[in-house]
Protein backbone atom coordinates (compact mmCIF):
# COMPACT_ATOMS: atom_id res chain seq x y z
CA UNK A 1 0.00 0.00 0.00
CA UNK A 2 1.92 3.24 -1.11
CA UNK A 3 1.60 6.81 0.14
CA UNK A 4 -0.05 7.62 -3.25
CA UNK A 5 -2.92 5.37 -3.62
CA UNK A 6 -3.77 6.07 0.43
CA UNK A 7 -4.06 9.26 -0.64
CA UNK A 8 -5.97 8.71 -3.96
CA UNK A 9 -8.23 6.44 -1.78
CA UNK A 10 -10.52 9.38 -0.37
CA UNK A 11 -12.27 10.37 -3.43
CA UNK A 12 -14.46 6.81 -3.11
CA UNK A 13 -15.59 8.07 -0.30
CA UNK A 14 -15.95 11.98 -0.35
CA UNK A 15 -19.91 11.95 0.93
CA UNK A 16 -19.13 9.83 3.55
CA UNK A 17 -15.89 11.96 4.40
CA UNK A 18 -17.68 15.17 4.77
CA UNK A 19 -21.04 13.81 6.67
CA UNK A 20 -18.45 11.92 9.41
CA UNK A 21 -15.23 13.46 9.54
CA UNK A 22 -14.77 16.09 12.26
CA UNK A 23 -14.51 19.38 12.07
CA UNK A 24 -12.28 21.49 14.50
CA UNK A 25 -12.69 23.72 17.75
CA UNK A 26 -13.38 27.34 17.81
CA UNK A 27 -9.96 27.94 19.68
CA UNK A 28 -7.85 26.58 16.89
CA UNK A 29 -8.58 29.70 14.61
CA UNK A 30 -7.87 32.05 17.56
CA UNK A 31 -4.33 30.44 18.00
CA UNK A 32 -3.78 30.68 14.16
CA UNK A 33 -4.49 34.36 14.03
CA UNK A 34 -2.05 34.82 17.50
CA UNK A 35 0.61 32.46 15.82
CA UNK A 36 0.31 34.22 12.37
CA UNK A 37 0.33 37.57 14.10
CA UNK A 38 -2.25 38.96 11.96
CA UNK A 39 -6.39 38.45 12.20
CA UNK A 40 -7.71 36.15 9.92
CA UNK A 41 -10.65 38.87 8.80
CA UNK A 42 -10.10 39.63 5.19
CA UNK A 43 -6.50 37.37 5.02
CA UNK A 44 -5.97 35.98 2.15
CA UNK A 45 -5.52 32.29 2.09
CA UNK A 46 -5.41 28.87 0.21
CA UNK A 47 -6.48 25.74 1.86
CA UNK A 48 -4.45 22.74 0.52
CA UNK A 49 -5.66 19.87 0.29
CA UNK A 50 -8.82 21.19 1.00
CA UNK A 51 -10.64 18.00 0.80
CA UNK A 52 -14.44 18.46 1.00
CA UNK A 53 -13.63 22.27 2.03
CA UNK A 54 -14.48 21.51 6.50
CA UNK A 55 -11.32 23.96 7.12
CA UNK A 56 -11.81 25.85 4.26
CA UNK A 57 -15.57 26.37 5.40
CA UNK A 58 -15.11 27.47 8.57
CA UNK A 59 -11.69 30.33 7.66
CA UNK A 60 -14.56 31.53 5.20
CA UNK A 61 -17.06 32.01 7.94
CA UNK A 62 -14.53 33.70 10.14
CA UNK A 63 -13.82 36.42 7.47
CA UNK A 64 -10.90 34.92 5.38
CA UNK A 65 -10.87 35.34 1.28
CA UNK A 66 -10.10 31.81 0.59
CA UNK A 67 -9.33 29.54 -2.12
CA UNK A 68 -9.64 25.89 -2.15
CA UNK A 69 -7.21 23.59 -3.58
CA UNK A 70 -7.60 20.12 -4.06
CA UNK A 71 -6.25 17.45 -6.30
CA UNK A 72 -8.77 14.60 -6.08
CA UNK A 73 -11.77 14.51 -8.32
CA UNK A 74 -14.43 13.09 -5.92
CA UNK A 75 -13.59 15.24 -3.15
CA UNK A 76 -13.73 18.09 -5.56
CA UNK A 77 -17.17 16.83 -6.42
CA UNK A 78 -17.91 17.05 -3.02
CA UNK A 79 -16.57 20.50 -2.07
CA UNK A 80 -18.08 22.45 -4.91
CA UNK A 81 -21.75 20.68 -3.89
CA UNK A 82 -20.95 22.36 -0.24
CA UNK A 83 -19.66 25.35 -0.93
CA UNK A 84 -20.59 26.29 -4.42
CA UNK A 85 -19.60 30.17 -4.24
CA UNK A 86 -16.01 29.57 -3.02
CA UNK A 87 -13.36 29.12 -5.58
CA UNK A 88 -11.58 25.40 -6.09
CA UNK A 89 -8.46 24.71 -7.54
CA UNK A 90 -7.69 21.11 -8.87
CA UNK A 91 -3.70 20.81 -7.97
CA UNK A 92 -1.96 19.83 -4.73
CA UNK A 93 0.61 21.88 -2.46
CA UNK A 94 3.90 20.27 -4.68
CA UNK A 95 2.84 23.08 -7.48
CA UNK A 96 0.08 25.22 -6.48
CA UNK A 97 -1.16 27.49 -9.21
CA UNK A 98 -0.97 30.67 -7.71
CA UNK A 99 1.15 33.90 -7.98
CA UNK A 100 4.15 34.30 -6.23
CA UNK A 101 3.91 36.48 -3.05
CA UNK A 102 -0.33 36.64 -3.21
CA UNK A 103 -1.03 34.93 -0.21
CA UNK A 104 -1.36 35.87 3.90
CA UNK A 105 -1.73 32.64 4.84
CA UNK A 106 -1.49 29.00 3.31
CA UNK A 107 -3.06 26.08 5.17
CA UNK A 108 -2.86 22.51 5.53
CA UNK A 109 -6.00 20.50 7.61
CA UNK A 110 -4.79 17.19 7.46
CA UNK A 111 -3.41 17.37 4.37
CA UNK A 112 0.41 18.32 4.86
CA UNK A 113 1.89 14.36 5.01
CA UNK A 114 0.73 13.72 1.50
CA UNK A 115 2.92 16.12 -0.24
CA UNK A 116 6.67 15.87 -1.16
CA UNK A 117 8.14 18.50 1.52
CA UNK A 118 10.85 18.82 -1.20
CA UNK A 119 8.27 20.53 -3.24
CA UNK A 120 5.98 21.68 -1.01
CA UNK A 121 8.17 23.86 1.18
CA UNK A 122 9.69 25.90 -1.52
CA UNK A 123 6.21 26.33 -3.19
CA UNK A 124 4.57 27.42 0.00
CA UNK A 125 7.89 30.19 0.24
CA UNK A 126 7.23 31.83 -3.25
CA UNK A 127 3.48 32.00 -2.53
CA UNK A 128 3.83 33.32 1.01
CA UNK A 129 4.44 37.24 1.02
CA UNK A 130 6.88 38.41 3.72
CA UNK A 131 5.24 38.09 7.22
CA UNK A 132 2.59 35.21 5.57
CA UNK A 133 2.36 32.08 7.67
CA UNK A 134 2.21 28.75 6.60
CA UNK A 135 0.04 26.72 9.44
CA UNK A 136 0.01 23.03 9.43
CA UNK A 137 -2.69 21.19 11.90
CA UNK A 138 -4.81 17.53 12.15
CA UNK A 139 -7.17 16.29 14.66
CA UNK A 140 -5.22 13.29 16.48
CA UNK A 141 -7.19 10.46 18.50
CA UNK A 142 -6.26 11.27 22.17
CA UNK A 143 -4.86 8.21 24.05
CA UNK A 144 -5.03 9.61 27.04
CA UNK A 145 -8.61 8.57 26.67
CA UNK A 146 -8.60 4.58 27.95
CA UNK A 147 -11.04 3.45 25.24
CA UNK A 148 -9.53 5.43 22.47
CA UNK A 149 -6.29 3.61 23.74
CA UNK A 150 -7.87 0.63 23.82
CA UNK A 151 -9.06 0.91 20.30
CA UNK A 152 -5.68 2.33 18.30
CA UNK A 153 -3.91 -0.82 19.88
CA UNK A 154 -6.68 -3.14 18.54
CA UNK A 155 -6.60 -1.77 15.14
CA UNK A 156 -2.55 -1.94 15.41
CA UNK A 157 -2.89 -5.71 16.17
CA UNK A 158 -4.71 -6.51 13.36
CA UNK A 159 -3.11 -4.03 10.66
CA UNK A 160 0.32 -3.43 12.21
CA UNK A 161 1.44 -0.10 13.08
CA UNK A 162 1.03 3.33 11.24
CA UNK A 163 -2.44 2.85 10.01
CA UNK A 164 -2.83 6.15 10.89
CA UNK A 165 -1.08 8.55 9.29
CA UNK A 166 -0.06 11.71 11.32
CA UNK A 167 1.40 15.25 9.49
CA UNK A 168 2.76 16.60 11.98
CA UNK A 169 5.44 18.98 10.30
CA UNK A 170 9.03 17.88 11.10
CA UNK A 171 12.26 20.31 12.30
CA UNK A 172 13.46 18.21 9.12
CA UNK A 173 11.80 19.45 6.73
CA UNK A 174 13.64 23.27 6.93
CA UNK A 175 11.06 24.66 8.56
CA UNK A 176 10.74 26.84 11.88
CA UNK A 177 7.36 26.20 13.86
CA UNK A 178 5.95 27.17 16.54
CA UNK A 179 3.26 24.35 17.97
CA UNK A 180 0.38 24.57 20.00
CA UNK A 181 -2.01 21.78 21.01
CA UNK A 182 -5.70 21.76 21.89
CA UNK A 183 -8.03 19.22 23.15
CA UNK A 184 -11.03 18.93 22.31
CA UNK A 185 -13.87 16.59 22.10
CA UNK A 186 -17.56 15.86 20.15
CA UNK A 187 -20.37 13.26 21.49
CA UNK A 188 -21.69 11.68 17.93
CA UNK A 189 -23.63 8.38 17.65
CA UNK A 190 -22.09 5.30 17.39
CA UNK A 191 -22.29 4.54 13.91
CA UNK A 192 -20.91 8.13 13.05
CA UNK A 193 -17.74 7.53 14.83
CA UNK A 194 -17.61 3.61 13.26
CA UNK A 195 -18.65 5.63 9.38
CA UNK A 196 -15.60 8.09 10.36
CA UNK A 197 -13.09 5.58 11.22
CA UNK A 198 -14.14 4.26 7.45
CA UNK A 199 -13.06 7.41 6.23
CA UNK A 200 -9.36 6.89 6.80
CA UNK A 201 -7.10 5.61 4.12
CA UNK A 202 -6.53 2.34 5.86
CA UNK A 203 -10.23 1.09 5.10
CA UNK A 204 -10.36 2.86 1.85
CA UNK A 205 -7.85 0.89 -0.18
CA UNK A 206 -9.10 -2.60 0.32
CA UNK A 207 -7.04 -3.89 3.18
CA UNK A 208 -8.13 -7.01 3.61
CA UNK A 209 -10.33 -7.23 6.98
CA UNK A 210 -11.42 -3.79 7.36
CA UNK A 211 -14.98 -4.69 7.15
CA UNK A 212 -15.05 -7.54 9.55
CA UNK A 213 -12.61 -5.68 11.98
CA UNK A 214 -15.58 -2.43 11.81
CA UNK A 215 -18.14 -4.85 12.80
CA UNK A 216 -16.33 -6.84 15.27
CA UNK A 217 -15.62 -2.99 16.28
CA UNK A 218 -19.42 -2.09 16.82
CA UNK A 219 -20.56 -5.28 18.43
CA UNK A 220 -18.11 -4.60 21.21
CA UNK A 221 -18.37 -1.26 21.60
CA UNK A 222 -22.25 -1.57 21.50
CA UNK A 223 -21.45 -3.16 24.51
CA UNK A 224 -19.59 -0.59 26.42
CA UNK A 225 -21.84 1.87 24.97
CA UNK A 226 -25.25 0.84 25.77
CA UNK A 227 -26.88 4.23 25.07
CA UNK A 228 -25.37 3.81 21.11
CA UNK A 229 -23.26 6.72 21.69
CA UNK A 230 -19.84 7.86 22.21
CA UNK A 231 -17.45 10.84 23.11
CA UNK A 232 -14.60 11.30 20.40
CA UNK A 233 -11.44 12.87 22.07
CA UNK A 234 -8.74 14.68 19.72
CA UNK A 235 -5.93 16.77 20.73
CA UNK A 236 -5.04 19.50 17.58
CA UNK A 237 -1.87 19.70 16.89
CA UNK A 238 -1.34 23.25 14.82
CA UNK A 239 1.94 24.07 13.91
CA UNK A 240 2.55 27.74 12.44
CA UNK A 241 5.65 29.23 10.61
CA UNK A 242 5.86 33.10 9.94
CA UNK A 243 7.91 34.08 6.98
CA UNK A 244 10.31 36.84 8.06
CA UNK A 245 9.57 40.17 6.07
CA UNK A 246 13.36 40.60 5.93
CA UNK A 247 14.13 37.01 5.49
CA UNK A 248 16.06 36.00 2.31
CA UNK A 249 14.77 33.81 -0.32
CA UNK A 250 14.71 30.17 0.45
CA UNK A 251 14.13 31.20 4.44
CA UNK A 252 11.07 30.63 6.83
CA UNK A 253 11.77 32.05 10.04
Known sequence: MTNESRARSFSSAAARYAAHRPSYPPALFDTLAELAGFPLVGARVADVGA?????TALLEALGARVVGVEPGAGMAAEF????????????????????SGCLDLLTYAQSWHWTDPARAVPEALRVLRPGGAL??????????????AE????????????????????????????????????RVPLDTHLAKLSTHSLFLVGEPGTDAFLADERALLMSR????WVEEHYVVELSVAVRERDAQEGLIG
Not at 152 to 171: C, K, L, V
Not at 225 to 228: A, E, L, Q
Open 135 to 148: AVWQNDPDVSVGWI
Open 51 to 55: GTGIA
Open 80 to 99: RRRNPRTPLLRADGNRLPLA
Open 225 to 228: FTDG
Open 151 to 186: QQTRIEERFGPGWYINERARSEEGLRFTVRRLSWAR
